[in-house]
């Protein structure tokens, strides 16, 4: 199975640690979290995959190589300028024979890749996009009034829960004609160009563990949780 691994972006909100190191190659325990996203992959069966490449890319061409020693078959799609997340999809070959995940190289989950392809097989939509739950405290009583001013509901401290994009993505090859080879494109405009035509896009709900790595305190949160639970991220 084909799989696309973003690894392009320069990870500005993790500086000045990504001014001399792509995101992607920040350790987690005795590796870069981007091993250990391939090599999850490669267990859930996604033997071929892409890197899309920018920033500092040579680093990573350096450190993966063709991919043998992590058993998958690696290539890289370098851009020579931005094209956002979606757009670099455009001008991957290889993609239009099957349905083929994408995502982005800085997360770190447990979530079964395998169940997801699975998933979006079973139900055969355009795009299936992982998503997971989080909750807005609100640290106030919120009031809720009229036009005349008169109050009609007051809730102390309320939580707001919301599903989020975890930055994981089942397509199939139909999506990228949707695209245009060398045109900037960010997921949410390729989702919103797939809702304006009425084409199917389903949310995978996922319930385990799942963390952007985008800050500083996100990492320090990465290092801490990967060697506490190491074994549920890679088991043996």
């Given amino acids: 199975m084909k799989a696309v691994i973003l690894a392009g972006g ?5 500086a000045p640690y990504t001014t001399v190191f792509p995101k992607p190659m920040m350790p987690v325990g005795d590796m870069p979290i981007l091993e250990v996203v391939i090599r999850q992959l490669a267990r859930a069966g996604f033997t ?4 899309a490449v920018g920033h500092l890319a040579g680093l990573l061409l350096a450190y993966f190589g063709d991919g043998t020693q992590f058993g998958v078959r690696l290539t890289y799609a370098r851009e020579d300028q931005p094209l956002g997340t979606a757009g670099p999809l455009a001008g991957i070959a290889g993609l239009r024979d099957a349905p083929f995940l994408v995502m982005n190289g800085d ?6 890749y395998g169940a997801l392809l699975a998933y979006h097989q079973e139900q055969r939509p355009l795009a299936t996009i992982a998503t997971h739950e989080r909750v807005v405290r609100i640290d106030y009583g919120v009031i809720d009034s009229d036009r005349a001013g008169r109050i009609v509901a007051y809730t102390e401290k309320p939580t707001l829960p919301y599903r989020v994009s975890m930055g ?3 397509f199939d090859p139909a999506v990228l004609d ?6 900037y494109c960010d997921f949410p405009e390729l989702v919103q160009r797939l809702l304006a035509r009425d084409l199917a896009v389903l949310s995978y709900p996922f319930t385990g563990y799942w963390l952007d790595i985008g800050r500083p305190d996100d990492y320090q949160q990465a290092i801490d949780e990967f060697e506490r639970m190491r074994e549920q991220f890679l088991p043996a």
């Fill in 48 to 51: 071929d995959i892409t890197l």
């Fill in 10 to 14: 320069k990870g500005t909100r993790l």
């Fill in 178 to 183: 949707l695209l245009t080879p060398g045109a």
């Fill in 168 to 170: 994981i993505y089942l």
């Fill in 107 to 112: 997360l770190l989950t447990t979530l079964d």
